[in-house]
Every structure is written in structure tokens, then in C-alpha cells.
């Protein structure tokens, strides 16, 4: 394998790796892999992932290739549930409850968004790998707001991962409402909350936003 060079530079010490997502257009610059014509398209992450590299000698329709890839270091990959939104929620017909909504590491190579409350076990609403080369994690939570013909649901976050944290280390963070009644009415809080992951080296190499909501429902 041998790759391309500038000033003597290899590109793929100039380009982030491609990891997942769509990718760059066809550049027609391959590079021998297992004896296969690898396009650059298929090793390198696309320039919207990152930031540019300065100009290389090598151009695609008149196009440097610093404006097709990322540049070293910068490309950064959300996670499939990027924009989404969870929700925890409970319909107490009678006496009190509670909702829990949460992030957490599994086994140092799994993530979860999961759900419980008060009258439940827990459920998985989404999961996946944690990133290729991530070593360490940290959760974020925003300013949270209340839904529409809700009133405040009360309670509190807890945040295993505030710093980076190990992902062997399996941290959890959670919204837990306050212990409301069946004469409560509806009653939501809605956090942003911000997942990213680092390499060994400290470099974000996945950034992820998502919605979390805690909700009880009092049915009297």
C-alpha cells in the first residue's frame, strides 16, 4: 500500500480516515489495498465531517482534494440517533411515580438510550458501538424546557461523564423526574443533551446532539 504523497507527506497522514456516513464522490486516485484499486472516496472522511487541509498538488474537476476531504484530525461522526428525540413517561392512575430517561456505556463497547419509571423495568430505546478509536466519553446536559400545556415535572440529572470519563468504565447519565401524583396533571422536562466521544490522543472524533424528556402523567 502506498499512498499518494505531498512534499513527501503520505495523504493519509494529511486526511482523516473514512469511518461511516456518505461519502466523497468518485475521485479517480486509488490506492492498492489487498491487491484491489481502493478509491480515496472509500479510505478518506468527506470534507463535511471536518475542516480543510492545505491545497495538495492532486485535483478532481478542477477541485483540490483539501476541499473533497477532512483534514487530519478534524472529521467528526455523530452517532445514528443525531437529532433525535426520547422520551420516559408514566400515567399514574393512582398514588405516585416517577419517569427516568438516560444515557449510558455498556460493557465499554455498546451505548444506550434507555427508559424506566416507577412502575416498570428498564427498556432499550436505541443502541449501538461505540465509535472506532473512542477512549473516553462525556455527557452534557442543557437548559431544559417544558412542553407545550405542561407544567415544571421537577426532579434532577445526574451526570457520570460531566469530564471525559473511560468508556471501560461504562458511565451513565439520567433525568429522573420528581415523585408526582395521580392529581399532578401533565408535567414534562425536555433536555438537550450532548454525547462526545475522544481517541486516546483527545481528539472529538464523534459529536451527537439528542432530545431527553421525562414525563408523568397524572390521570386525575
Request: aromatic content about 10%; charged content about 10%.
Amino acid at each position: 500500500m502506498a499512498y499518494p504523497t505531498v512534499n513527501g507527506v503520505p495523504l493519509d497522514q494529511i486526511f482523516d480516515p473514512y469511518v461511516s456516513g456518505t461519502k466523497a464522490a468518485i475521485t479517480g486516485y486509488t490506492v492498492m489495498i489487498a491487491g484491489v484499486a481502493t478509491d480515496l472516496r472509500d479510505l478518506f472522511a468527506p470534507i463535511y465531517l471536518g475542516s480543510s487541509a492545505a491545497p495538495t498538488k492532486y485535483k478532481v474537476n478542477n477541485a483540490d482534494l483539501n476541499t473533497i476531504f477532512a483534514a487530519k484530525g478534524t472529521a467528526q461522526y455523530a452517532l445514528p440517533i443525531n437529532g433525535q428525540t426520547f422520551t420516559s413517561s408514566i400515567n399514574i392512575t393512582s398514588g405516585s411515580g416517577n419517569a427516568t430517561i438516560g444515557f449510558r456505556i455498556v460493557g465499554g463497547n455498546q451505548w444506550q438510550v434507555y427508559k424506566i419509571n416507577s412502575a416498570s423495568s428498564a427498556t432499550v430505546l436505541a443502541s449501538g458501538a461505540v465509535p472506532t478509536n473512542a477512549s473516553t466519553v462525556k455527557y452534557t446536559w442543557g437548559v431544559y424546557a417544558i412542553g407545550v400545556g405542561q407544567t415544571d415535572a421537577g426532579g434532577s440529572t445526574s451526570n457520570g461523564a460531566a469530564t471525559a470519563q473511560p468508556v471501560v468504565n461504562n458511565p451513565t447519565a439520567a433525568y429522573t423526574t420528581a415523585t408526582n401524583t395521580s392529581t399532578s396533571g401533565s408535567k414534562d422536562r425536555r433536555y438537550p443533551f450532548t454525547i462526545d466521544f475522544y481517541s486516546a490522543a483527545g481528539q472529538n472524533i464523534s459529536h451527537t446532539s439528542i432530545t431527553l424528556i421525562g414525563d408523568t402523567e397524572g390521570s386525575i
